[in-house]
């Protein structure tokens, strides 16, 4: 993923789609907003559903040439032709994605709030790296991934870095001088129009 000056985009599907109605919603964000990447965040390990969600939403990313991973099932990323991986485990699964999926695949990495992750996983050879939640979330155990750890890792870290989790348009507004991307998903996902709550979400956006 190419990093800009102002953040960009990344949103995250819900645990669970519609395939009657989600690929239209999802074209519909895509088509009203700028968006980087997509992450396939599916529940569960029912890989015969999960297919055919990744099926659906690979068409709509891949016709407006926008890139799709899929949380943890490298395997699956290889076997539907999806752009990458993103790992919920820190750096430990990073250097065998990366060698299961070569060097052009997109393999990024989720590291709560610990910098330490962060680095190791960098080091590893990830894309990038997610910290959160930054705001009240159902994601951790209430520890918030606060803004110093966004200065601080834009100030040191030259992988780019996604905020997530929580947010609200103070937070965008607050991390927009220190994250690469903002991961996007439960916040729009629970309203009847998702493209007009993402428009509202950046609203205040600098």
Not at 44 to 69: F, K, T
Not at 180 to 199: H, M, Q, R, T
């Amino acid at each position: 993923m190419d990093t800009a000056e102002q953040p960009q985009i990344y949103l995250i599907t819900p645990p669970t789609v519609a395939l009657s109605t989600f690929p239209d919603q999802l074209a519909r964000v895509l088509d009203g907003a700028e968006i980087a990447c997509i992450r396939l965040a599916l529940a569960g390990n029912d890989e015969d559903a999960i297919s055919r969600a990744a099926d659906a939403c690979r068409e709509v990313a891949h016709a407006r040439d926008v890139a799709l991973v899929i949380s943890n099932h490298v395997l699956l990323a290889q076997k539907l032709g999806l752009d990458g991986v993103h790992l919920d485990d820190a750096a430990r699964s990073v250097r065998a994605a990366r060698k299961e999926l070569g060097t052009d695949a997109i393999v990024g990495s989720f590291c709560g709030t610990s910098s330490h992750d962060g680095m190791t996983a960098g080091e590893a050879g990830v894309d990038y790296v997610a910290f959160g939640p930054v705001g009240t979330s159902s994601l951790g155990d209430g520890t918030l991934a606060e803004k110093d750890l966004f200065q601080w890792w834009s100030e040191m870290i030259e992988v780019p870095v996604v905020a997530e989790g929580g947010l609200t348009p103070e937070l965008i507004r607050d991390l927009s001088p220190c994250t690469d991307f903002f991961g996007i998903g439960d916040e729009i996902w629970s309203s009847d129009d998702p493209a007009g709550a993402l428009n509202a979400l950046l609203a205040n956006v600098p």
